[in-house]
């Protein structure tokens, strides 16, 4: 930023130093230099005017916003050193006429260089939407790990391992975070940027367009952002064909373009004519070719299009001179051409020589041009005309005639006098500059060329020597005179007498209008503005009647201000208690000068002064415009500031986001701000506060969107630790949602459109309206959510029953389901049903299911007609082995292999399972598992060297546990055998028992009652026993330290292995069989010594186990599927905050992508099989359905929600702001 302050200094002075001008480089100027500056020259440093030219002035526009060239003169005129005309400012341009100045002020402490202090001392602010998302991310982040840390905890307690906890920690707190977050931020803020930079805004800070949306309050300068910061002709006056004095459009936005004058009036002509030869501007038409350096000429002419969509005509012909005389060749150039066929404005001047002029002064107040009706005045025989310029009261006392519409004189009379000053005050009161024009015909016999024309002053005359209107100033100076009193200026100095030449009349011809219109798009948009709750406050460096005038055109002011109303009260001579008394008191409008308020202004009178609705702040400078956006921020409010000069970059700094100028805007402005208007209009910062909306709006419908899934992710852990069910969602599809199929759905809310009533919602309360609030996580959590969960959780049954898992297996049994399911063999209770074997034929021996266990044959329960499963249950693991692991010599095929090592992992016993038949409990794989698309023929006679040992080593490799630890996840599982606790107790369990550690929780009760008080004495299960039966009673709270392994093993001696008496578990079903090349119901088996023959395998019934596992599996794939078909309905309700999907429309063709994306990805990573690693599983079609009616419930439940929100909150205008509101409803 200092680097653009530094390229505001010239390369070179002009400097006398010692009596000798020289050149000097502008770094090395000085205190008490005397600097030389001419027409064009850059102010080298802050200086005090000690002499200066006539027409000296200075363009203080980056300064104070002033369009108009500022005279200098020699005298103090103010006390503000602003305000003053003997001082011109670092960085300045003089734009005419010449002066010395005294260097009073370099470097730091010139006016710019305080500037330039405050705007690097200016601390930038934390953007709304930075301080939104740091709120978001707090809020999610401690859900997420107290959650995450909470079923970590409760994992451990319920005897998982450790890394097995850790990954459902991370599961639970991957499910609480959108990932989706960054990339929708991103992708709005960027999107947003792209659609500025088509309406004619450049987004520097990104953030900083979301900040535009929340904006409550816009300090706008009014030079070139509320105006064109172009001087236009708006209006004219001539006397019209019944020679009466009237105003006449001229085609400007002022007028709307519309156009009344007469171009073939002689009285037009004449004015025209005046204007353009009193005048010293000239165009600048060339501009030079890149490539072949030569000058083309440009068009004179373009239309432009502005960033509101709006076109605007723009001269692009360059004016050289005075704002003011530029406006008149501008009208000029186009008015030649068309009444009298005059191409261009240095044509008639060429026909026209001058021959005398009196340059414009600020204290006169008008100027003089002499020309003859020729190229040559030297040879020119006709009369010279002279033409003056200046204030319309300065002309209209030097005027004695006026010129009729057919170019003819006539005299002014009383009424036309009248007129004239009527047409000044009512165009003046419009915020226009008025300037009145005169003529004179001079006999060529009398002003010649030989005349020797002179302003007075060589004469030592007050007037100059040729006819100037100045016979009332004569006759005051006569009688004064004539009184013998001296007649002297307002400054108390001695007039010269006026030279007697100076008397005649002149021709008044009439007035030209000018001013800096309003842009077409600013009405519009600062009623949009305060529609939507923001106020629009003028900030600007102009005169307050200039800002008042504009700010009234645009719409900042609407009502009177309390002077206004005083006067009106004063006109209708009202006091209080009148009928039509108003009391000032109540204005809502306000006008305050700069001079008003002060740096250290109490906040109890800023408070009353920003109270109003309507404010407009005059003649400040950059200091007091920083003093009001920190005052504006005080009250809450989000303050965007306009600006395009250098003064106005401290304030850009400090206010939430800084707008600047692209046009007019300066370097430093422009590195100052957060975003550019390309295009220097109002309207476009409107656009922006849409956008603005619109960011937040998207952001809050992605978190939303995304947020609604939490539920649904969240709850499958909770009915697993709670209400003890399988798992119904893995960590792994969680993923899969939220890095999957929720993803490019919550990114394409940022391409959603704008609601229609955006602009109608008050600006956004940041201590309120926050990125996520209360009611946003009421409806994502307890509404949506829990449906969507719902939705997933009936899905998950629908699919376990299909596969012959109703319910009632599932929760409110003897409980254990979810601890052990897919890991243990599970045991039911039937209530009729038979026994079939894989192809469904049913059981030769009639087995009854309600008092006998299935054989290997017949190893499937059917329900039949009437069978029903009444209550499920594992058997306890009743031997808990030592905390060490296995041996290096582990193999477990192997029973001689195995000892009391089992890294403290509880076990069951073929006594438990003893204990749950003496309860009519048998093993249970349901025929419904048969018919399923994942059943295999093979799981009854499973090979267990193929596929149990290779399955563990998956699983440890998967977990980073790859070696010895492969063993521990086979003792989480289905044994590979049977323990016999019977057999390592030498057949007594009397007083061996200890506290089972899994009987305490709650969760296993129903397994700690299975296997209470079952006597082995009283059984003849132990009766094949070697010696005696086994004696004891089993109890649930009590485990065992030792146990035999059985596998059916036996060694080439004809011993089990193991221990002999593992021989008397050959026949149970729950142990190992043995077949000769290969596996299989059908096999020829292997006794005794045959087993440890080559040849032969271990085969196991698995079916009971891998049903259960394929169908939680499947299960998980339709609860996975469930939440991607409701969140169909989550998309569209998340569309929009308030209207009806059929208000808001499908238009968003992102977003019907992400409809297709995330069915087209889930039915792909359903049915393609390398990603079924996943967890996802080739769901049969039907169970695509159970999500459909949930979904189609979502959406219908969240329509009538917005319906009832529409119909009970009405819209309501306020009358004194122009703002929308609406009465809270339901």
Request: with cysteine; net charge neutral; glycine share 8%.
């Amino acid at each position: 930023m200092m680097n653009e302050f530094k390229a505001m200094r010239p390369p070179k002075v002009k400097v006398i130093r010692e009596g000798s001008k020289m050149l000097i480089d502008s770094s090395v100027v000085t205190m008490g230099d005397l600097v030389v500056l001419e027409q064009g020259d850059l102010v080298p440093a802050d200086l005090r005017v000690v002499d200066c030219s006539p027409n000296m002035c200075v363009d203080n526009s980056s300064l104070t916003g002033e369009s108009e060239p500022q005279k200098r003169k020699c005298e103090c005129t103010h006390d503000d050193v602003l305000e003053t005309a003997n001082l011109c400012f670092f960085g300045t341009q003089v734009p005419e006429g010449s002066c010395k100045g005294i260097v009073i002020k370099i470097g730091d402490d010139t006016v710019i260089g305080r500037i330039a202090s405050l705007a690097l001392s200016t601390d930038t602010e934390q953007t709304p939407i930075n301080r939104e998302i740091e709120h978001f991310i707090h809020i999610i982040s401690a859900i997420a790990i107290v959650l995450g840390i909470s079923f970590f905890a409760a994992s451990l307690a319920r005897g998982q391992d450790a890394i097995v906890s850790l990954v459902f920690m991370i599961g639970i707190i991957v499910a609480n975070v959108p990932e989706g977050l960054l990339a929708t931020v991103t992708v709005c803020l960027t999107l947003t940027a792209k659609r500025m930079y088509t309406k004619k805004v450049m987004v520097k800070n990104l953030e900083g367009v979301e900040t535009l949306g929340s904006t409550s309050c816009i300090c706008s300068d009014k030079t070139g952002t509320l105006t064109q910061n172009i001087m236009t002709v708006a209006q004219l006056v001539y006397a019209d064909s019944d020679d009466q004095l009237k105003i006449q459009d001229a085609a400007s936005s002022f007028t709307k373009g519309i156009r009344t004058y007469d171009s073939t009036s002689q009285a037009f002509h004449q004015l025209l004519v005046c204007s353009t030869l009193c005048n010293t501007c000239y165009f600048e038409k060339h501009y030079e070719d890149e490539v072949s350096k030569k000058k083309v000429l440009l068009p004179f002419k373009k239309v432009r299009q502005q960033g509101d969509g709006t076109s605007i005509e723009e001269i692009v012909w360059n004016p050289v001179g005075n704002a003011s005389e530029g406006a008149m060749i501008k009208f000029a150039h186009p008015a030649l051409n068309e009444s009298l066929d005059i191409k261009d404005i240095e044509d008639l001047r060429k026909m026209n020589a001058k021959v005398f002029d009196i340059p414009f002064n600020s204290k006169k107040k008008y100027q003089v041009h002499i020309h003859c009706k020729s190229a040559d005045p030297e040879t020119d025989k006709n009369d010279r005309v002279l033409y003056m310029k200046g204030a319309p009261e300065r002309i209209f006392v030097r005027c004695s005639d006026y010129c009729a519409s057919d170019g003819s004189i006539l005299p002014i009379t009383e009424n036309i006098r009248k007129s004239m000053d009527m047409l000044q005050d009512k165009m003046g009161s419009n915020g226009l500059r008025v300037l009145g024009f005169a003529m004179k015909s001079l006999p060529v016999a009398d002003f010649g060329a030989g005349y020797a024309w002179s302003d007075g002053r060589e004469e030592g005359m007050s007037t100059p020597n040729f006819p100037l209107g100045e016979f009332s100033f004569i006759e005051k100076f006569n009688a004064a005179a004539s009184r013998n009193e001296p007649l002297k200026d307002d400054k108390g100095v001695l007039l010269q007498p006026p030279h007697p030449a100076s008397a005649p009349g002149l021709v008044f011809l009439g007035m030209m209008a000018l001013v800096d219109p309003p842009r077409e798009a600013v009405p519009g948009a600062v009623s949009k503005c305060k529609t939507a709750g923001i106020k629009v406050i003028m900030v600007t460096g102009d005169h307050p009647g200039t800002a008042k005038a504009i700010a009234y055109k645009v719409g900042i002011l609407w009502g009177p201000t309390k002077e206004d109303i005083i006067k009106i009260n004063e006109e209708n001579r009202s006091s209080p208690g009148d009928a039509d008394y108003q009391d000032p008191e109540s204005a809502q409008a306000i006008v305050v000068p700069g001079w008003e308020f002060s740096d250290d202004m109490g906040n109890d009178k800023w408070n009353s002064i920003l109270e109003h609705p309507q404010i407009v702040f005059a003649r400040t400078s950059p200091q007091q415009k920083l003093i009001i956006v920190g005052n504006c921020q005080r009250l809450g409010h989000i303050v965007a500031v306009t600006g395009d000069g250098v003064n106005d970059s401290p304030a850009l700094k400090k206010a939430d986001i800084g707008i600047a100028m692209g046009i007019a805007g300066t370097p430093v402005t422009k590195n100052a701000a957060d975003m550019i208007l390309l295009d220097d209009n109002f309207a476009s910062i409107v656009a922006g506060v849409e956008e603005g909306r619109l960011i937040f709006d998207n952001l809050k419908k992605s978190i939303c969107y995304t947020l609604t899934s939490n539920i649904p992710e969240i709850s499958p852990f909770l009915c697993w630790i709670t209400m003890d069910t399988p798992m119904p969602l893995s960590t792994v599809l969680i993923l899969a949602i939220d890095l999957g199929t929720d993803m490019v759905p919550a990114i394409s809310m940022a391409y959603e459109d704008a609601e229609a009533d955006i602009m109608k919602r008050p600006p956004r309360n940041a201590k309120v309206d926050r990125l996520v609030t209360r009611k946003l996580i009421f409806l994502a959590y307890l509404q949506i959510g829990v449906m969507q969960a719902m939705a997933g959780f009936y899905a998950w049954m629908v699919v376990l029953n299909d596969y012959g898992f109703p319910p009632t297996v599932l929760m409110g049994n003897p409980s254990g389901t979810g601890m052990f399911f897919g890991d243990q063999t599970m045991y039911c209770k039937f209530r009729g049903g038979q026994y079939v074997d894989f192809d469904g034929r049913i059981d030769v021996e009639s087995r009854d299911p309600e008092k006998q266990p299935p054989s290997r044959r017949y190893p499937l329960w059917d329900r039949g007609d009437n069978g029903y499963v009444e209550k499920c249950t594992y058997p306890q693991k009743i031997f808990r082995g030592r905390k060490a692991q296995p041996r290096a010599s582990f193999n477990f095929r192997d029973a001689d292999t195995y000892d009391q090592r089992t890294f403290s992992l509880a076990q069951p016993t073929i006594e438990s399972i003893w204990a749950l038949e003496d309860k009519n409990f048998f093993e249970y794989a349901p025929w419904r598992g048969r018919m399923s698309p994942f059943w295999n023929n093979k799981w009854v006679a499973w090979n267990l060297e193929r596929s149990e040992e290779r399955l563990a080593g998956e699983k440890a490799g998967t977990l980073g546990r790859k070696g010895k630890a492969d063993a521990q996840f086979i003792f989480m599982a289905q044994p590979a055998g049977v323990y016999s606790v019977c057999i390592a107790n030498a057949y007594d369990l009397t007083g061996r028992k200890r506290p089972h550690k899994i009987g305490a929780y709650s969760s296993l009760r129903g397994i700690v009652k299975g296997a209470s008080n079952f006597n082995l004495a009283d059984s003849n299960r132990t009766a094949n026993f070697p010696g005696s039966a086994c004696v004891g009673v089993l109890n649930g709270k009590r485990s065992y330290n030792h146990a035999q392994f059985c596998n059916g093993g036996y060694d080439a001696n004809g011993t089990a292995k193991g221990e002999p008496a593992c021989a008397a578990l050959d026949d149970s079903t729950a142990n190992v069989f043995y077949c000769k090349d290969g596996c299989g119901l059908d096999c020829l088996q292997a006794f005794g010594k045959d087993r440890s023959a080559d040849n032969i395998e271990q085969c196991q019934n698995v079916a009971s186990r891998l049903i259960q596992t394929n169908a939680n599996q499947h299960a998980q794939a339709a609860y996975w599927v469930s939440i991607v078909v409701v969140q169909w309905a989550d998309l569209l309700i998340c569309k929009t905050r308030w209207l009806s999907i059929r208000q808001q429309g499908l238009r968003n063709s992102v977003l019907n992508f992400g409809l297709f994306f995330e069915t087209l990805l889930a039915a792909w990573l359903c049915y393609f099989t390398p990603f079924q690693v996943l967890g996802t599983r080739a769901l049969r079609f039907t169970h695509w359905m159970p999500g459909i009616p949930w979904s189609m419930m979502i959406f219908i439940y969240d329509e009538t929600r917005k319906y009832v929100m529409r119909a009970t909150s009405p819209e309501v205008v306020n009358r004194a702001t122009g703002q929308v509101a609406r009465i809270p409803g339901w």
